[in-house]
């Protein structure tokens, strides 16, 4: 799909997604600016309390508001959900739950694939990610569990923004257009 129609389409499911979260944006290919995407990939992080529907069971709203535009629910689970639109195009939502860090989660969504096993990938193994640390349900720990200190919480290091990430990376930022052509 052409871009400058897939995000048409991604806007509006940010727009109708956002009264249940504290904070969502549009994130792959659209984000990358590639002149025709194969998804529509949303990361979205909901208020507290609240799944991204506002509903105790998400998968049954999450089916309910795709049928009710025109598409149709394949699949999900808590941190994930997958759907078909009627537009053709298939949406990929990333939901931001503990321990999984904004910062992190919306780098590897933003993408490609590669940049992203790289940026996760510790550096002994030829990737960006200190070889002190790895990463585990969107969020980077420092070896030892019960490492404690500035932004760090039970080991778990808090990266509320992708510069967050970069930084811990030890990388300048790259313009998510740029990513993967180092």
Aim: aromatic fraction near 10%; charged fraction near 25%.
């Amino acid at each position: 799909m052409e871009i400058r129609y897939a995000k048409i389409i991604a806007g509006e499911l940010t727009e109708q997604f956002s009264p249940f979260c504290e904070r969502i944006k549009i994130a792959g290919s659209i984000r990358r600016h590639k002149p025709n995407v194969k998804d529509i990939e949303i990361v979205a992080t909901p208020k507290p309390g609240l799944d991204i529907f506002g509903q105790p069971d998400i998968d049954k709203v999450f089916n309910s508001f795709m049928i009710n535009r025109g598409g149709r629910y394949l699949q999900g689970a808590q941190r994930y959900k997958k759907a078909h639109l009627a537009e053709g195009i298939v949406l990929d939502m990333f939901l931001v739950l503990p321990p999984a860090q904004w910062g992190v989660i919306f780098a590897i969504r933003t993408g490609p694939a590669k940049f992203s096993q790289w940026l996760v990938t510790p550096r002994r193994h030829g990737g960006a990610l200190p070889s002190h640390c790895r990463v585990r349900d969107g969020g980077v720990y420092k070896a030892g569990a019960k490492v404690q200190g500035p932004g760090v919480r039970d080991g778990l290091i808090l990266m509320p923004e992708e510069k967050d990430f970069f930084d811990l990376l030890g990388l300048d930022w790259i313009e998510p257009e740029a990513r993967g052509t180092q």
